[in-house]
């Protein structure tokens, strides 16, 4: 089991930038690839970044250039430093966990925390 403590969103204006945190707390946090996801309203909820226990990362093309994630492992806590933010990054922002372990498939998600980007 991993639960997390998110942290970080807020209103900014286009342009701007913001930086959500996520504080990840269970066994073997660091074995876990962590995650970012967003669901717009009316929307699917997307992946927008990604990075392996290695420090592997994949991004979304839409944020590609603007976006970076990072993990401290000592620290357990994965970060979305977002730049030059555009209205349609306005979602909530989720934070995920997730392995392959013995077989099987373990995914956890945090409760998520708004971002919206408005002049």
């Known amino acids: 089991q991993v639960q997390f403590v998110e942290s970080g969103g807020g209103l900014v204006q286009p342009g701007g930038s913001l930086r959500l945190s996520c504080l990840a707390s269970?066994?073997?946090?660091?074995?876990?690839?962590m995650a970012w996801y967003r669901q717009a309203p009316g929307k699917e909820r997307e992946l927008v970044a990604a990075i392996s226990s290695g420090g592997t990362t994949n991004y979304a093309d839409s944020v590609k250039g603007r976006f970076t994630i990072v993990r401290d492992n000592a620290e357990n806590t994965v970060y979305l430093q977002m730049n030059s933010l555009k209205p349609e990054d306005t979602a909530v922002y989720y934070c995920?966990?997730?392995?392959?372990?013995?077989?099987?498939?373990?995914?956890?998600w945090g409760q998520g925390t708004q971002v919206t980007v408005s002049s």
């Open positions: 269970g066994s073997d946090v660091s074995m876990y690839v």
């Open positions: 995920n966990a997730a392995r392959y372990l013995g077989g099987n498939y373990f995914s956890y």
